[in-house]
């Protein structure tokens, strides 16, 4: 089982940029695509960024399409969201989590390990 847990969460102006961090606790993070989610209150959780285990490839959802930017780095069994031009719709609960599935998934049922969520919340 892998672990993992996000940090970097907080309160942004609009036009503000933010970058998250997702930790895992085993090296075997390192073998699994990872992807960023958001869930905004009262809202379903929405896909957001994807990025093979071997960080060579990205797929990102359009509302996020050049302002968001995923990375890993595998040394440090650690995955990145580096957030710029944030909006308030931006706002909400972001999730990393783990799939041994295609990259390109984008429904949470597709990925095995969440971790637990950092608020991020971006006022206007």
């Known amino acids: 089982q892998v672990r993992v847990v996000e940090f970097g969460g907080g309160l942004v102006q609009a036009g503000g940029s933010l970058r998250l961090s997702c930790a895992a606790s085993e090296r075997t993070f390192n073998n699994y695509a990872a992807g960023w989610f958001r869930q905004a209150p009262g809202k379903e959780r929405e896909f957001l960024a994807s990025?093979?285990?071997?960080?060579?490839?990205?797929y990102y959802a359009d509302s996020v399409k050049g302002r968001f930017t995923i990375s890993r780095d595998n040394g440090k069994n650690t995955v990145y969201l580096q957030m710029n031009s944030l909006k308030p719709e931006d706002t909400g609960v972001y999730y990393c989590a783990t799939t041994s599935r295609s990259m390109y998934s984008t429904t949470p049922i597709a990925y095995d390990y969440w971790g637990q969520g950092t608020q991020v919340t971006v006022s206007s």
């Open positions: 990025i093979r285990w071997s960080g060579t490839n990205t």
